[in-house]
């Protein structure tokens, strides 16, 4: 029995379909209760990872756990949590999503939090695989698009940083290899897409499918915490992706943001989706 924590978010969707087309008895946790609901032959459960007890009822009887938690200020503490509640549980592997350059030394606050609860989960008793995807492609169709205005300008602070952008079902395919095949125990994947890409390529990729001029504007950091702010999401949220951009920035046209890896061939047989590839995807389908 794999338990799915995260099975609401972009990659623990797919994974719950990967892992269901693999034969796997599947069980997820879900703040929602009843409202978070998932596909048929899935054991809903509910609980939080702020709440230890209702860790150790999802984790009893399940033999891996697959762990993904939100963008959030206490995401070091709630990850805390269930290392150590599966730790005491039977658990005999537990897949981690993370992010690329995650490091507790890091500038941006993402890579920083992500990087202390890697390095906690290496320290545990437990065998672990931990998955550190790029920035997701799904932002451009989610984010990107219904930010662009009238005038077919969208801005990003993100200078002329290259990023190798992976598709969210990539991550998923990785992590469900490595929950249901031998041999992943102690290893740590980097997970990107096929090429690295500035916002300036994403532009140019948009203007070729959508076929009309689609410019990029490289904007400066108060501008776009602002914006953020405007959104909702709050200073600790706007602060952090504000500082992630400023990391791109660093890491520039040929930083480790824009490092390809092997990883989804390796392990999955088949290449990382493109940026392209998603575009006319999102195309085909009928609004
Ligand atoms: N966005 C990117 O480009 C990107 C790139 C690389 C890495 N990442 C990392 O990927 C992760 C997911 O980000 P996302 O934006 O895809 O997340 P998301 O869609 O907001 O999903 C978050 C998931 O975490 C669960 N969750 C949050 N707090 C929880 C809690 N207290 N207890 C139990 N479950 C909780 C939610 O479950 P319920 O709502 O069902 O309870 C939901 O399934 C983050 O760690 C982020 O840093 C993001």
Partial sequence: MIL??????KIGSVLIDDLLARGEQVRALTRLGEAGRFPDGVEPVAGDLADICSLAAAMSGADKVFLLCGPVENEYELNRNAIDVAQGADVRLLVRSSILGADPEA???????????????????LDFTIVRPNLFLQ???????????????????????????????DVAAVAAVALTEPGHESQEYEVTGPE??????????????????????????????????????????AGALVDLYQDYRRSGRDGYACEV??????LTGRPARSLRALLLEQLAVPS
């Fill in 107 to 125: 500038q941006a606050t993402f890579a920083r939090d992500h990087g202390a609860c890697d390095e906690y989960l290496r320290d545990s008793e």
């Fill in 261 to 266: 890896s092997d990883t989804v061939d390796r």
């Fill in 139 to 169: 932002n451009v169709p989610e984010t990107t698009i219904p930010a662009i205005d009238t005038d077919g300008r969208f801005y990003v602070n993100a200078g002329d940083a290259r990023i190798s952008m992976v598709d969210t079902r």
């Fill in 196 to 237: 690295p890409l500035s916002y300036a390529d994403v532009a140019a990729e948009l203007s070729e499918v959508q076929g009309r001029t689609i410019t990029y504007v490289d904007v400066d950091d108060d501008a776009t915490r602002k914006v953020l702010l405007g959104y909702g999401g709050g200073e600790w949220l």
């Fill in 4 to 9: 799915v924590i995260g099975g609401r978010s």
